[in-house]
């Protein structure tokens, strides 16, 4: 059910004669990414499974699981081919020489993305999250989501200033890896909403429900990425 | 990206027009009065209903037959009882405590709980409950007269009222027809009784009152009132009632805190007083000794709410004669027993009104007498049941009469005491229950009433929003034609309204009712009539009407009622976010990279503004106060006040790097704003140190000096800012420009020498620039704002004038954002919206919660040693609304920031008008729209479990801040106008 439609993605609205000349093939593999986001998913789902098991410590499973996190995106990175998923007004040359080293590509994706962690962690602390107390909680959640959102979209997306910038004004062009981020935000931002509720459950502890938000919102990004990525189309 | 060059040609200044812009100006502000009366009126109808009254009975009881009743016995009576009300006395404040966790309110006042274990039959300590609100005035009346205080009451602290109602004070006078009391203490009492005041006996005067509201004072009242007890404890048999009303513990409770060494000082006074009362009644069994507290405290020493701490206060009751019958632990009863209780102890008529039942231990006596409870209890039933057949709110209701029927069969056929008083005492707690849902009903059709007026005039608002949109359509030019519609609109539907309402007498509110409708009729006529204009709707207002919504979905649930604060701070965050999304789109480099600044700064004050709190009782044990120096405190900290002459220094120097971006630190602004606007913070903070100092315990003697000095520099702030600098601005008109003139003769020859005949033919022999011309309006504007900050700052705590300041550099901070996004033009309403949520924002960051216990009543004091009506009360609202006057006030910025005139252009002058008020129907569909979600929660929710504790003083907060932000629109529509007209008198 892989849809293969293969039109290059530009920034530009018009695309240019040399970009439709593009010998890259472009797919949005749904298949992989809807088995990823399985995958994902069964962490949250697995973690409710197992805390009706036992005493449940998000610390102690955010932690666990961290690396099986890293190690299914990096599958999926790998063979969804990120190389063929370039968002960049770069020539075609750049991206080829991406495609070559997929593996090293994707080391040094998650290699930034946990540098890029303290980042994340202090955009949670200006959302409102604790900054005395829970700092592992905050951290470990910053970690997950670093690898969410940042992991595909680093290994994805050349490091030039112009990419990034398109990133960060929500313009770039639709690819699985960007929605799947824009998800990751919305999923762990609606996270956040039912905490001060004063229903006192397990569940409402920080930073639970922003780690089930943002996994769900990972997937269901990930999805509505793969499904519309074949359209010349921006957020 | 400024709008307009920084310099600007000057022109010959033609002086047609004036008068023409004057009226279409003054015209213009006519529009946000409008929909403030409209608001008001609907706020009024809402409140009505919702905030509940209770109708108040004349009569007054006398004893009935069952008195003379052979079966009817009642406990012996004693000559005379001495009060002793000892204001906000908690019940841990009088129990003995094994707790060593050294409290310094623990095991200060020990005599009651020493006593009730040594002399059981003599003393007893009891759990006094308090039926909120926990505050003195609902108590003094529930104490006296048995009945249940409503809400509405709790506003009218200030003034107090008489109690028309029948109550023990009244029995004494009309029962025992010698009936004297004695009195000292609170003043309050005498507006609640003013028949204490002429407390005489043979020529010798029994009243002492003092002024009850300097809560900073901890000793004259009592001191007084203690110099006063001893003569009067000596002349026993010239009283029947001797009432002392002590206020030093409320007083170092609302000063310090309860777990202070000022506290313990002040108990252990109290101590000494009860030691020496007990022992002057020791050989006189004619005399019983009740101490009690009116309401309890919280642990920061204020009252108010129904906290735990607050509604349990103590009991104490004494006597040489033994009349109680010995319990195992302390009984729990509620403050409204001790009026059956107290009527019984001194053979009266239990009040006509009263409802509560009397205190078992008391009946029953030494020998476990249950034929006295049963006579009393069946007393009261009588009573009681007198009144609901007397008292319109129970008309139709028969279910209790059943229960009272069977309780005087019993009592009629057997003589089993014991289960027959059971019997009345299950009545009288089953009436009590009834009393207390039948005065929590609400008026609905009042509620409805004013829920509908909110969503027309919402609608209008809209409606008014997106046609007129300030530069093809200007308000002023409709308004000729719309004004007459809404006024005959209104007039005829009071006609109607009236008349109908007098039918169904309902006057008032359906006359309120046909006022607003009729006139928003009026205007919907009018507008028929105009042509269809339809603006575009730009993703940032559909994001403004986004935020208002999710703002106002906070208030259905308690939750987030309670945690309003951090939920504002993630959406101003998110906001913050959203700015840096758009900042990025910014094509000018040089321009994005100023956004994207502001735009992370914008995050951090909004995450900042989060951070200080006064945690309310809900929020705990998640919340840590940090507002005072200490949480169970109400002083400011040292920190506090040195980060506040910090700030003194800093602010100015803020403001003026934003006024630089524009080159409009000119004229008059540094002097305005680097040398007034910094001394008046540098005074601002010295206040506050001298009121630091006068706090430390050491400093006792000083204290004198001390207040003059205060008192010094806070009337002298009071007059500058309140008064001097707001005359200034109308008076002296401080433009931040200056004129800069070049001799160009020199560029002239040098021309005419390279033969460059052209440039030297069209240059002017002297050119004149105007430095900060691209920011006329708004420079001129920020010095009026300012000014009122410093107001609003002065009459804040330390960290409450910080949060101010940061308040106004975020406001600034919004401004060059929407500068640089080109909000003002693309989305008028967002920038006036965010500001809105700024203001509820701020409100929690200087110190308030949405509770009536955290308004901070000690400010009533900062300019005036007693309460000095119109100072107080100046005080109090710019304390407690200061960040709504302020995001109000802000408004007009949105349109003035970076806006230069257009010399010559009259027009251009109506347009900026035009877009003012534009901006201010912004604000006010922020304001309209979350009072009408606040209203839509309330009416939902309004048999919630939390009405009182969370929704009503939330709605409380949301009328009183859509006023706020209401009335300052209006006041800053107006200061616009004389801007524009100002502006334009200059250049023409």
Redesign the interface.
Known sequence: MARTKSTPRHIAASPSPTSSASPIPHKSYFLQHAITSSALLAFPVGTVVLSSLLPSDPVRTLGFFLPAVAFVQALNIIFTHPGAEVVSKSRVTKKKKQSEGTVSTTILGLMLSMLLTPFIHLVY????APVTVSVPATFLLSAHTALLALFPLLCAVPLDGETW??I????APITPAYVAALGTIAGA?LG?VPI???WDREWQTWPVTVVFGAYVGNAVGRLIGAVLSGKEKKL | MPRSPRTAPTSSVPRAGQSQLKYSTRISALVPIWFLTLQLLALVLFALGFLLSRPVLPDIAVKSTTYSDPDVVLPRGFNRVVVILIDALRHDFITSSDNNNGAYYLNALTTPSLLSVAEPEHAAVFKFIADPPTTTLQRLKALTTGSLPTFIDAGSNFNGAEVTEDSWIQQVHSSRGHGRIAFAGDDTWLSLFPSLSQGTYEGMNLTFPYESFNVWDLHTVDAGVTSHLWPLLQRRDDWDILIAHYLGVDHAGHRFGPNTPQMKEKLLEMEAVLKSVVNAIKDDDETLLVVLGDHGMDEKGDHGGDSKGEVEAGLFLYSSRPFLAPADQAETVNQIDLVPTLSFLLDLPVPFNNLGSPIASAMLGTDYDFQKLASASRIVAEQIHQYRSHHPSFEGMAELTEVYGAASEAWNMSKDYESISKLYLAYQEQNLKSCREMWARFDVPSMVAGTVIFVATLGTLLVFYFTFDGEVECPSDHLNFLAPKVGYGGLVGLVTGAGLGFLQSRLLIVSVFGVGMGSIIGFCQGMRRLPRIKSAVSKWTVLALLSIVLHGILFA????V??EA??L??LL??FGFIF???S??LPDAKTRATAVLHAIMF??QS?LA?YPRICRE?QLPFCTSNFYASTASSVSSLPAILVLFGTAFAFPAIIRSFLRTSASYEGSAPLWIGIGLRAVLVLVALYWTLDYVEANPNAQTYVEVLKIYKYIVSRVLFGVTVIGAPLAWFRGFPLCLRVEMTNNQQKIKQAVQNGDVDTASKTAPVSVEVIGFGNTYGSLYLLLFVSIFAAVALCMKPVGGIAMAVMVYQVMTLLELGDALELFTTSPILTPTVIGLMATQYYFATGHQATLASIQWDVAFLFTESIRPPLTHIALILNTLGPFILAGLAVPLTVFYKLSPSPRDLRASEVIMGRVVRAATGAMIYAGGLILLNCIMTFVLRRHLMVWKIFAPRFMLAGASVIAIDGAIVASTFLASKAIEGVFEVFG
């Open positions: 602390v200006l959302f409102g910038m398109q960060a004004a929500l313009k931002w956040a001060p509720l004063d | 649930s308690n939750s987030y309670v945690w951090r939920s701070s993630f965050v998110s840096l999304a758009a990025f789109r995050i951090i995450r989060e809900e």
